[in-house]
């Protein structure tokens, strides 16, 4: 709002200022006194023109103009002595006395506006009264002159007044805008960390804690030690600013072996049935893998810990141009609706695993066993 103001100022200076610059010439027989007092006036306008329009040292050079033309009204009988003044014509000073009062409105606060928009007319009729001796055909052009000169001044020291009270409006409500996005974005992404740190504890800390109160044998001791492990560097993970690792493509072969190792972690060895895999083609995003195997895990850790392993499978195969994981045992079921609200080992760390990279879940389960599949189809092409 400031380079709008300083630009409009700036061609006001021209345009009034042009005028008066030609008109005074024609006006008086200018002496040495005069002359130096227009050329004083003149450049001093102009360089306040020019620092306007570039928006350099605008408010000093305007600050100067303003106090350099109420001391040259001042002035201005004195320069002028021996000429006659002509009550029907305005004289040149008139017209710098709006020009006065925006360089006032550009240097100075808006108390000082003011005293420039009523200050500058008063001594421009004083000045012209006394040069005219108080005659009384010289009090109408003073009393037009002096009116025009308080209303352009007044109007133009409300208006800045006005437009900067708006940019400072507008300002204060950005201000407001980006405060309450930032607290919305923290509040968001510290919903998101809760979540994730909710899905954490359940699949390694609270897991690890369950494997370790039920290990009696060294095979669920085995168990329990290496799920703390994995607890304990998920929990370091946690803190690092890319836990997750690259989204760069991986073949389908690669979830496969990723569901071998987490597997070999949790203290089960299987081998995971790659179905019509295709090795040399990156075809699944790595967030989206690393989901499918971590979905995966759990899956096999609910088969070990419910189901004790029995017949575990894992088969891994080709679905569209994406990829499909079944994890089966055949163990005595579960019945999922009957699952507390509470649980998250399926709704949090499969379901909405798999829902948060835009794939699917879904499990069977009866007296003959349970089978947890997991799908991703592929990249959505528009």
């Not at 001791?221 to 607890?231: D, G, H, N, T, Y």
């Not at 493509?249 to 071998?260: D, F, K, M, T, Y």
């Amino acid at each position: 709002m400031e380079r709008i103001i300083q630009i409009t100022v700036a061609v006001g200076c021209l345009a009034i200022g042009g005028q008066g610059f030609v008109l005074s010439w024609d006006i008086y027989d200018i002496g040495v006194p005069h002359a130096v007092l227009h050329a004083v006036l003149f450049l001093s306008l102009a360089v306040m023109t020019a620092c306007c329009l570039l928006g350099r040292g605008a408010r000093l050079a305007s600050g100067v103009f303003a106090v350099l033309y109420p001391l040259g009204l001042l002035a201005w009988p004195a320069v002028t002595a021996g000429t006659a003044p002509d009550p029907g014509v305005q004289p040149w000073t008139f017209y710098l006395i709006s020009l006065a009062v925006v360089g006032a409105m550009v240097a100075f606060p808006l108390p000082w506006q003011y005293v420039w928009a009523i200050g500058t007319a008063v001594l421009y009729a004083v000045v012209r009264l006394v040069r005219g001796g108080f005659a009384p055909e010289f009090w109408i052009g003073v009393g037009y002159d002096i009116s025009v000169a308080l209303i352009l001044g007044l109007v133009f020291v409300t208006v800045g007044w006005v437009l900067r009270g708006v940019a400072a409006g507008v300002d204060a409500a950005r201000v407001q805008a980006v405060l309450s996005y930032a607290a919305a974005a923290s509040a968001d992404a510290g919903e998101q960390e809760r979540i994730a740190v909710a899905a954490l504890m359940h699949d390694s800390v609270l897991a690890a804690l369950i494997a370790a109160e039920r290990a009696h044998s060294d095979r669920e001791r085995q168990l329990a030690v290496s799920m703390a492990r994995e607890a304990l560097t998920r929990l370091a993970n946690a803190e690092s600013d890319d836990p997750e690792g690259s989204d760069e493509p991986v073949p389908r072969s690669w979830i496969a072996a990723g569901i071998e190792r987490s597997a070999d972690e949790l203290g089960v060895s299987l081998e995971a049935e790659r179905a019509d895999l295709d090795d040399a083609t990156a075809v699944v995003p790595g967030r989206v893998a690393r989901a499918v195997v971590l979905a995966a895990t759990q899956a096999i850790a609910n088969a070990v810990q419910h189901a004790e392993g029995a017949g575990l499978r894992v088969v891994v195969s080709r679905h569209g141009s994406g990829v499909r994981v079944e994890v089966s045992d055949t163990g005595p079921g579960v019945d999922v609706a009957a699952i507390p609200a509470d649980r998250l080992g399926i709704r949090a760390s499969i379901f909405a695993r798999m829902a948060a990279v835009g794939g699917e879940a879904s499990i069977e389960s009866g007296a003959r066993g349970t089978v947890v599949a997991l799908t991703w189809a592929g990249e959505k092409r528009a």
